[in-house]
């Protein structure tokens, strides 16, 4: 089974340009998670889709910030303009269900391995 | 706003020792803490987890203990290999995948 896929795995752009990072989850996981972590903090929640629809968006920055699943299949997450403070790991992540399962079966939240995003 | 303390922030151990890392949260309704590690360039892992229900649990060479009084759990490695060496986070939730992550932890395991 593919995991998640996440592209670019590394991107560096000029403050004020856009960028957008995209996330292929497992096929099947109607449930699909933004998460991001910025210099060396927490990993921190951005937001939450339940196939196309945002569930959660309480965690997203601010208007800069634009996340989309049309189809409900693939997401993307798009920075428009970048700010410096913007620099950090973007995490896509995906589950089955949205309640958690616990470690065994198959509700597990799996992590795509990132998108590092440095704006200049 | 609701949060959840790690430490160490870095830990240095000899191949063969024990490592621990601690968390706190601060959300009294959260009830899944799941821990994850995260190989250099690599995605984080779930390796472990515990529901409020539980006081510890275990799988092979790692650990969990949860104090729902104190709000603490522990993530508890023993004899611990050069394959250990990763970063690991702690995180809480209310039983969904809107976690709550701790800032990590960098493991090292010395041979």
């Known amino acids: 089974e593919a995991g998640v896929t996440q592209f670019p795995s590394h991107s560096v752009i000029e403050k004020g340009q856009t960028v957008t990072l995209r996330c292929d989850p497992i096929s099947g996981h109607d449930n699909l998670y933004w998460y991001r972590r910025v210099m060396g903090k927490e990993i921190k929640f951005l937001l939450h889709?339940?196939?196309?629809?945002?569930?959660?968006e309480s965690g997203m920055p601010n208007n800069r910030f634009l996340a989309e699943r049309t189809g409900g299949t693939y997401s993307t997450l798009k920075v428009q303009p970048a700010e410096l403070e913007d620099s950090g790991v973007y995490f896509c992540?995906?589950?089955?269900?949205?309640?958690?399962?616990?470690?065994?079966?198959?509700?597990?939240?799996?992590f795509g391995a990132g998108s590092r995003l440095t704006v200049l | 706003g609701e949060n959840v303390e790690q430490h160490p922030s870095t830990l240095s151990v000899q191949e063969g020792d024990s490592a621990v890392i601690k968390c706190t949260y601060s959300d009294s309704a959260s009830n899944y803490f799941p821990w994850y590690k995260q190989e250099l360039g690599k995605r984080p892992q779930l390796i472990i987890d515990?529901?409020?229900?539980?006081g510890e649990k275990k799988d092979q060479r790692i650990a969990v203990t949860l104090n729902k009084t104190a709000k603490h759990f522990s993530l508890h490695i023993t004899e611990t290999q050069p394959e250990d060496s990763a970063v690991y986070f702690c995180?809480?939730?209310?039983?969904?995948?809107?976690?709550?992550f701790g800032t990590g932890t960098r493991l090292k395991v010395l041979a």
């Open positions: 889709f339940v196939k196309e629809s945002k569930q959660d």
């Open positions: 515990i529901r409020s229900n539980v």
């Open positions: 995180a809480a939730s209310r039983g969904t995948y809107k976690y709550i």
């Open positions: 992540a995906s589950s089955p269900v949205w309640w958690t399962g616990g470690s065994s079966g198959a509700n597990v939240l799996t």
